[in-house]
C-alpha cells in the first residue's frame, strides 16, 4: 500500500512539473506578446527558478537511491 501511495506521490510530482514547464512557456510566449502584469511577473520569475531547480534535486534524489 506504501508503495502505490509512493507511486502515486511521484505521478503527483510530475504533473505539477509538467505543468509549471507548460505555463512558464504561455508566461514567454505571452511576454514577446504584451507587457506582463506584476503577478505574471511574479509567476513567470518563480516557475522559471522552480523548475531547474526541482529538476536538479529530483535527478540528486534519483541518483542517491
Known sequence: ???ILEN???F???LIFISSAI???QLKLT???RKLS???MT???ITSIAIPVYAAIYML???GT
Request: aromatic share 16%; charged share 30%.
Open 23 to 25: 505555463y512558464c512557456r
Open 38 to 40: 506584476k503577478g505574471e
Open 1 to 3: 500500500m506504501i508503495t
Open 43 to 45: 509567476m513567470y520569475l
Open 8 to 10: 502515486i506521490k511521484d
Open 61 to 63: 534524489l534519483l541518483l
Open 12 to 14: 503527483a510530482f510530475l
Open 31 to 33: 511576454k514577446w506578446k
